[in-house]
Antibody, heavy 124, light 107 residues
Framework: EVQLLESGGGLVRPGGSLRLSCATS????????MSWFRQAPGKGLEWVSFISNTGGGRHYADSVKGRFTISRDNSKHTVYLQMNSLTAEDTAEYYC?????????????????WGQGALVTVSA | DIQVTQSPSSLSASVGDRVTITCRAS??????LNWYQQKPGKAPNLLIF???GLQSGVPSRFSGSGSGTDFTLTISSLQPEDFATYYC?????????FGQGTRLELK
């Protein structure tokens, strides 16, 4: 059974940092690209970042570029999102999600498994 | 960025109804349009990929169609568990973008 489990969320002050983790099981992580999404309270879905199955390809939303870094450790079956210089606008539920297709690219991607989410609250 | 506009933003319907949700992209996106269902407090669930591909495990009452800029999600006969929010998402270009969502409510 495919499972994704986010951790690392919490309350952080503006300007602070957090690192989210997405622990995976039930599939061969090294074969699949992964993405992070977020959803502000009461709002819609927003794509945040993508990492290819090898880690060689990464993409970011303009809203987080230069502040967030996506990475992965396939040996630990885990994907990470390092978030720096956080602002109130980053407050959201953060989800990691698996690409439906092995060795997929972001263009044409769809996301078939999602974690339960990690809440990040940025507030003084 | 490609803008994706869903309509309606909310919809009231009854069990057994046929429901259609539309999604319009600001430019042609080939077939690269996906649909997700999200229930309160839960993660999104992939229903349809690449316009009309039915994701494994999704009931056949869900179907998708369209091409170019205009796409449709149809639920042929609403079931109680289908009342949720639905999002379309284009994956033709980076960044992937979502529609604003359609909230499907029980009439």
């Amino acid at each position: 059974e495919v499972q994704l489990l986010e951790s690392g969320g919490g309350l952080v002050r503006p300007g602070g940092s957090l690192r989210l983790s997405c622990a995976t099981s039930g599939f061969t992580l090294s074969a699949y690209a992964m993405s992070w999404f977020r959803q502000a309270p009461g709002k819609g879905l927003e794509w945040v970042s993508f990492i290819s199955n090898t880690g060689g390809g990464r993409h970011y939303a303009d809203s987080v570029k230069g502040r967030f870094t996506i990475s992965r450790d396939n040996s630990k079956h885990t994907v990470y999102l390092q978030m720096n210089s956080l602002t109130a606008e980053d407050t959201a539920e953060y989800y990691c999600a698996k690409d439906r297709v092995a060795r997929g690219v972001l263009t044409t991607a769809s996301f078939d498994y999602w974690g339960q989410g990690a809440l990040v609250t940025v507030s003084a | 960025d490609i803008q994706v506009t869903q309509s309606p933003s909310s919809l009231s319907a009854s069990v057994g109804d046929r429901v259609t949700i539309t999604c319009r992209a600001s430019q042609k996106i080939n077939i690269y349009l996906n649909w997700y269902q999200q229930k309160p407090g839960k993660a999104p669930n992939l229903l349809i990929f690449a316009t009309s591909g039915l994701q494994s495990g999704v009931p056949s009452r869900f179907s998708g169609s369209g091409s170019g800029t205009d796409f449709t999600l149809t639920i042929s006969s609403l079931q109680p568990e289908d009342f949720a929010t639905y999002y379309c998402q284009q994956s033709y270009s980076i960044p992937p973008t979502f529609g604003q969502g359609t909230r499907l409510e029980l009439k």
